[in-house]
């Protein structure tokens, strides 16, 4: 019992930071700050892959949200360089 205890906080405060590395890399891809977006976009990344790699989510999970950031962090180039009609 103590180790699964142990394990779910472990598992609960990694879930956690990946809210906030996702939270904090949406709000610099809202404000189109592009260097910070990138720059947050690797934190996020990296912080899925440890937590895949662990077992705290799955790898196709962690695959699916990169690739969906990805997309909003390629966004932002496009946005800018796209004149309006």
Do not use: C, W
Not at 10 to 15: E, F, L
Not at 38 to 49: C, I, K, P
Not at 56 to 68: E, L, M
């Amino acid at each position: 019992m103590r180790n699964s205890a142990r394990k779910h906080t472990g598992n609960k405060a990694i879930k956690s930071r990946l809210k906030t590395l996702e939270k904090n890399f949406l709000e610099s891809v809202k404000s189109g700050k592009r260097e910070d977006a990138e720059q947050a976009y690797r934190l996020v990344s990296s912080g899925f892959d440890k937590a895949a790699k662990t077992g705290v989510i799955h790898s196709g999970t962690a695959s699916r949200k990169k690739s969906r950031l990805s997309v909003r962090l390629a966004s932002i180039g496009r946005a800018a360089a796209v004149p309006a009609a």
